[in-house]
């Protein structure tokens, strides 16, 4: 049986991973299409930019989102001024450290698939009169699926299990910002928690184990519906 606080930090979790994945999905495709299919100067700095925080300790990555998104920080402020909006400490925070965090694995799975996406196809299609809208919609998309699929469950599951940049940005607050992660760590710091740590420890397996399964299943859904589409 899991205790109220266990449950917290469940939902914490899938609040903040769903929030952050719902943040980052759109403008992780349109880069990725942006990479896959442009030429254009800096185009090497922005690639390394956007892989940084997969290199980068995440506990730098949430003091850089700290010094930056803060009450004092030079977007930070902008924010709390005109909008009212303070994003330390909070679980949207939270949500904003996980989405940094994942943000390169989607746009590298979404990437390498629209990159998989035969141009002639699309060329084709606009040659008999498809618009852009409509070329990216019947073919590019469709077409590129099982790759934005991974991308998501990827994100997602990234954005679940950070720790460093979570954190450092928003803090270890119970009932706010205290996600799986830190919650499991907070167990194995309290004496006589090694039981909680073991079953919050299960249930971080169960969800992205659950998670990988439901990705599989759209994928080769998504293939099938592809190759019924080409027969």
Known sequence: MLSDAEWQAILISLRVAGTAVGWILVPGVLLAWLMARKEFRGK?????????PLVLPP??????????????GWL???????????????????????????FPLLVRAVRLSLEAVDP???AAAATLGASRRRVWLTITLPLALPGLLTGTVLAFA???????????????????TRTLP?????????????AAAAR????????AMLAILVSEALARRARRRLQGRDA
């Open 158 to 176: 990234r954005a679940l299990s950070e720790f460093g940049a979570t954190i450092t940005f928003a803090a270890n607050i119970p009932g706010e």
């Open 76 to 102: 930070g402020q902008w924010l709390d001024r005109w909008l009212g909006i303070s994003l330390p400490f909070t679980w949207q925070g939270a949500a904003v450290a996980g989405g940094v965090m994942a």
């Open 59 to 72: 506990v730098v990555v949430g003091y850089l989102l700290l010094i930056s998104l803060g009450r004092q």
């Open 44 to 52: 090497a700095l922005l690639e390394g930019l956007l892989h940084l």
């Open 182 to 194: 830190l919650a499991l760590y907070t167990m194995l710091q309290t004496p006589g928690g090694e």
């Open 120 to 122: 002639g196809l699309e």
């Open 200 to 207: 919050l420890c299960a249930v971080s397996v169960a969800i």
